[in-house]
Nanobody
Framework: QVQVVESGGGLVQAGGSQRLSCTASGLTFKDYALGWFRQAPGQAREGIAYIHTGDATTDYADSVRGRFTISQDNTNNTVSLQMNSLKPEDTAMYYC?????????????????????WGQGTQVTVSS
């Protein structure tokens, strides 16, 4: 059974940085794409970044491109999201997802396709 567990998150001031990590188990790491979605109160869940661990292909939402960086650690089956220059509008629950198919989202609004695994989420709050 594929499982992913997030860590990191919390409260940060605008302009600051945070790092989220997602550790996967129950899978062959290189066969999967792992990524991050976020969901703010009253809004739909949207994809923000993913990486295919087999070839390190990445993609980002325009709203985070240049500020967020996704990376992988093959030794520990972990994917991390380094978030810099955080803005209040980045405040949301952040979810890690894993699936064999790539990309992890569909459509211009980057809605999630069905995933093999979702994490429980970690809150990121950016104060102004």
């Amino acid at each position: 059974q594929v499982q992913v567990v997030e860590s990191g998150g919390g409260l940060v001031q605008a302009g600051g940085s945070q790092r989220l990590s997602c550790t996967a188990s129950g899978l062959t790491f290189k066969d999967y794409a792992l990524g991050w979605f976020r969901q703010a109160p009253g809004q739909a869940r949207e994809g923000i970044a993913y990486i295919h661990t087999g070839d390190a292909t990445t993609d980002y939402a325009d709203s985070v491109r240049g500020r967020f960086t996704i990376s992988q650690d093959n030794t520990n089956n972990t994917v991390s999201l380094q978030m810099n220059s955080l803005k209040p509008e980045d405040t949301a629950m952040y979810y890690c997802a894993a699936d064999r198919r790539c990309p992890l989202w569909v459509g211009e609004h980057r809605r999630p396709r069905p995933q093999d695994a979702w994490g429980q989420g970690t809150q990121v709050t950016v104060s102004s």
